[in-house]
């Protein structure tokens, strides 16, 4: 035992049926410290997590807290000695404003059992002042953004004397501005001797706000490291056992036709979509760049009818269409991948074979209109085969995939309804490096054999590795249309901030 840690988990297993999520796993943090925590996804790092807050009881090992030997049989127990965790999704009640939010389920309260509001108000600014914040603790949740509840987040776990804050993917819908004052408050965190560990799949941010790196792989230990003496590579090579330039396979022959399969002509909607105009080719990457919140999303729902346009014309091979929904655009050959891939791409609940023939039933109906199971469960495992999706079975519920595959499961999906365009919305986003480069893999073999394909990302290093030809958009507004050739991220930049 070492009493100079805060937390000791110890040899920790946990199985579950059918997959063994944690063998011989061992995690150590001081007071303090900030410690990074990688892997793949589905590499065990979520499962560890809930086995320190209490969700999960490991089925051998040990936790330490101080040196002591404890038993968290529910995450109330964890969060009494002072653990408390952030997840990717908010746990917040958009209808409550923030202050009610922050003492939900923990409201303070006089001996006749009536809330102290003014009390509670009182501690709440003393906690924003502290960490130079400004909230408006009467502000609703579902009128703030993104970064704000971020913050309400941070603020609720440290309200009730948190020693362990732990952060899964905390920068993810944070935009770089709102990513400074984060990584600001963590090391006025760790000042105050407040313990966290960083959960993230961007290297340069675990590389920049940490102490020392804990690297998981296939439910293992790799081992930890000195932020010090870490490199991406090396972090890479832990993470996937193989090295950074084996990631990235390169398209194989580029061969963008000069067929025009989609043609948008002034195009607008709301909420600030104006006049925008552009072709696709088929065999192309069109990557789709611009900042959060300059209409990249709005455009593409617009594009399959999710949002009504005001004005604009739709050309698909020079036949104009009417895409009034999500469904003519489906019968139309255009598959959008949303970027919110939990709660408008996949029905967690429900297993693989379900969510990848969901969009099909039309295709896979046989004798009265019942659903042929013999086609369907041949396609399914097509795309588990074709996409090196990860599973044990087709049957296997969706949520209990890491979310690389689940990701694989959403292309799967729609490539199963066969389309000539295909839009991508933040494809990569919050999954590993390992699966990042399998779903690179994909798409550009996909454009390869001749699909089209609209990619809309917020890192650039990804538009500029797979993209043919670069759109900008500015608040609403195309500023650019640039051959990958001509382009970097300083000319990507200066368009999409409007100059």
Request: glycine fraction near 8%.
């Amino acid at each position: 035992m070492d009493n100079n840690y805060f937390i000791q988990m110890n040899n920790i297993f946990k199985a579950f049926p059918g997959v063994q999520a944690l063998e011989n796993v061992s995690l150590n943090i001081k007071k303090g410290e900030i410690l990074g925590l990688l892997g793949e996804n589905g590499a065990g790092k979520s499962t560890l997590m809930k086995t320190l807050t209490g969700v999960y009881q490991p089925d051998k090992g040990e936790i330490l807290i101080n040196g002591e030997k404890v038993v968290l049989h529910d995450t109330r127990d964890a969060h009494l000695r002072g653990i408390s965790i952030i997840f990717q999704e908010f746990n917040l009640c958009p209808n409550l404003s923030i202050l009610e939010n922050l003492f939900l389920g923990n409201e303070i309260r006089n001996i006749f059992g009536f809330i102290k509001y003014k009390t509670q108000m009182k501690m709440a600014k003393s906690f924003f002042d502290k960490l130079n914040l400004d909230l408006n603790p009467k502000a609703l949740i579902h009128d703030i953004g993104v970064a704000q509840q971020q913050m309400t987040e941070i603020v609720k776990a440290l309200l009730f004397d948190v020693k362990l804050l732990i952060m899964d993917e905390p920068t993810s819908s944070l935009t770089d501005k709102e990513i400074v004052i984060l990584f600001k408050i963590m090391k006025e965190l760790k000042s105050q001797g407040i313990s966290i560990i960083f959960i993230s799949h961007k290297l340069d941010e675990v590389l920049e706000t940490t102490d020392r790196i804990l690297v998981l792989r296939d439910a293992n230990n790799v081992g930890d490291i000195s932020t010090g003496e870490a490199t991406k590579d090396k972090i890479v090579s832990m993470m996937v056992g193989r090295e950074l330039e084996h990631f990235y396979s390169e398209r194989k022959n580029k061969a963008v036709k000069d067929d025009i399969v989609l043609e948008i002509k002034g195009y607008s909607g709301p909420p600030d979509i104006c006049d925008i105009s552009f072709k696709l080719k088929r065999g192309e990457i069109l990557g789709l760049a611009g900042l959060v919140g300059a209409g990249r999303t709005e455009l593409a729902k617009l594009i399959i009818g999710f949002e009504k346009k005001t004005s604009g014309q739709l050309y698909i091979n020079g036949k104009e269409l009417k895409i009034s929904s999500p469904v003519d655009a489906v019968n139309n050959r255009i598959g959008y991948l949303s970027e919110d891939r939990k709660n408008l791409a996949l029905i967690l609940p429900m297993t693989v074979r379900e969510n990848i023939s969901m969009s099909i039933h039309k295709k896979i109906k046989g004798l009265l209109s019942f659903i042929n199971n013999k086609k369907e469960n041949d396609i399914c495992d097509k795309y588990l085969n074709d996409l090196q999706i990860k599973v044990f079975s087709r049957e296997q519920i969706v949520k209990n995939l890491s979310g690389g595959n689940q990701q694989k499961v959403v292309i799967s999906k729609w490539l199963a309804t066969d389309p000539l365009i295909l839009i991508l919305d933040e494809p990569t986003r919050g999954i590993d490096v390992g699966a990042k480069a399998e779903v690179h893999r994909i798409i550009s073999e996909l454009a390869d054999e001749g699909m089209s394909i609209i990619l809309i990302s917020s890192e650039l290093p990804e538009i500029l590795r797979l993209s043919d030809r670069i759109l900008v958009i500015h608040k609403g507004k195309l500023k650019a249309d640039i051959d990958r050739e001509d382009a970097n991220q300083e000319i990507i930049m200066r368009y999409a901030i409007g100059n």
